[in-house]
């Protein structure tokens, strides 16, 4: 449960669910955007099942991203239509979301940005050799002297 008895945010669990979505390429990790965990949280509550995360923080090149802001997750429901899941994300959009479709993929992405919100459908392959998506030059460099 991301929130206390009072409605706030709970820190201690937005950490826990920040570290469940780290770099899958280089382990690291950044504190997300709490509002994308009440969009993921309304959807485990709405399906009822678990939520697989394809691709949540990423620490890469393209800084613009909004995976590398911290802000973005991409996401399958077991069992749920990539369309259906989008239909309802889309729902529950207030103002300042992302929702992409990603129908060869498999998979919807949602972020949490400034006005206006934006949809879009990608039916591009899947390339995670896209260099945009490589973690930032020198991060080896880095992490070597971090661990010595």
């Known amino acids: 449960n991301i929130?206390?008895?009072?409605?706030?945010?709970?820190?201690?669990?937005?950490?826990?669910?920040?570290?469940?979505l780290r770099c899958k390429r280089?382990?690291?990790?950044?504190d997300m955007e709490p509002r994308l965990f009440t969009v993921l949280s309304h959807v485990y509550d709405h399906y009822g099942?678990?939520?697989e995360?394809?691709?949540g923080y990423r620490n890469q090149?393209?800084?613009?991203?909004?995976?590398?802001?911290?802000?973005?997750?991409?996401i399958r429901v077991p069992g749920v239509e990539p369309k259906k899941l989008r239909?309802?994300?889309d729902a529950l959009d207030a103002g300042g979301m992302g929702v992409g479709l990603y129908p060869r993929s498999r998979f919807v992405h949602v972020d949490i940005r400034p006005m206006p919100s934006y949809r879009w459908i990608d039916y591009s392959k899947a390339d995670p050799e896209n260099p945009d998506k490589r973690p930032p030059r020198g991060w080896n460099k880095k992490r070597r002297?971090?661990?010595s």
């Open 3 to 20: 929130y206390n008895e009072d409605g706030s945010y709970n820190v201690d669990s937005l950490r826990a669910v920040s570290h469940l």
């Open 26 to 30: 280089t382990d690291s990790e950044r």
């Open 49 to 51: 099942k678990p939520i």
């Open 53 to 55: 995360i394809v691709s």
């Open 61 to 74: 090149r393209k800084q613009t991203s909004y995976h590398f802001k911290g802000s973005a997750a991409d």
């Open 87 to 89: 239909n309802f994300v």
């Open 145 to 147: 002297k971090l661990q």
